[in-house]
């Protein structure tokens, strides 16, 4: 009951998203809320931009400080300013350059730890965070076998080659989350060794995730995942992160994805996914089985699962993860959102083909981040 005791001995209390605090005061803390509701209000999270654009992205901060002064590192407001700049060429061409150093950089930090081949010109998907069922980093997984199988059918007409970088730590006792790390890793072994796919794709685990490298990896990302189930993420803050440093964003309506998506526009933000709402209310009649049925890329993927491709040698350590899937009271709906999931990852790849408009929208996302500094959250 800690929760409750501190509810009643604040003077305020806040959720850290606009969709956070208002879910707290609808169910949560709903006999509180109305007992007390002038103590409840919203205070959305925000990052350091000290740490986060200033001091793990040199070159980058020093481009936006020549342009537009220094006053965003202590004001990050005034990255507004930036907006304008989107649309000239020459501005472009040094914020791509900037971008692709840092990819780099990635790639030389990754070296220490992998003997694998990265190619910088490929999009960077990157999604780490904890490895939760709710974060969905099973639904990455489930696209990238689908990318994996589009590859072996030789559907790859205007393909867009892809480094899917996922990181995270499980909590000791949290063994599906261990599961999962497991999938990824042995999904990542057969697609990266098999000839045919080559550097059309890699999957890659990035053990020991911790915040040193984060300050390699947030600079050097183009596609941030923030792909929670709508209703599970209380705010977010990889996310910021990932937007101030120029990656554009696939999410859910979820936590913070939403504000970011206010402040940047739906046209620089890709969105697919149900609602908190529609969770809600798909909750009691929620039916794996009948969204399988009716996508054939859903199918192949799972036939893959299932079949033992990603675990030849080790014959059922996927069922669990499987089952969860495919349960009708898995509460995280991951199957429920693939279609959605898949067809917004079709727009991420068309925007990359066009790498002076992809550019634009990652110089927009950086302008747009203003909110999300600490800054503006403690003053307020």
Known sequence: RMAYLAIVGSFSVNGVAELHSKLLKEGLFRDFYELWPNKFNNKTNGVTPRRWLAGCNLELASLITDTIGDAWITDLSELAKLKPYADDAAFRKKWFDLNQASKQRLVDFKKEEFDIELDVNALFDVQVKRIHEY???????????????????????????RCVLIGGKAAPGYVMAKKIIKLINSVG???????????????????NYRVSAMEKICPGADLSEQISTAGKEASGTGNMKFMMNGALTIGTLDGANIEIR???????????????????????????????????????????????????FEPGVFDDVINSIKSPHDPWMTIADFRSYVDAQRRVEQAWRDQERWTKMSILNTAASGKFSTDRTIKE
């Open 135 to 161: 974060k969905r980093q099973l639904l990455n997984v489930l696209h990238v076998i689908h990318l994996y199988d589009r590859i072996k059918r030789g559907d790859t007409q205007n393909w867009v080659n």
């Open 189 to 207: 072994h057969v697609i990266n060794n098999d000839p045919e796919v080559g550097n059309k794709l890699r999957l890659i685990f990035l053990p």
């Open 262 to 312: 206010e402040e940047v526009g739906e046209e620089n933000f890709f969105l697919f996914g149900l609602t908190e709402a529609e969770v809600e209310a798909l909750r009691s009649h929620y039916d794996p089985q009948s969204y399988i049925n009716q996508d054939s890329d859903l199918q192949a993927v799972m036939h893959l699962l299932e079949c033992g491709h990603f675990n030849q």
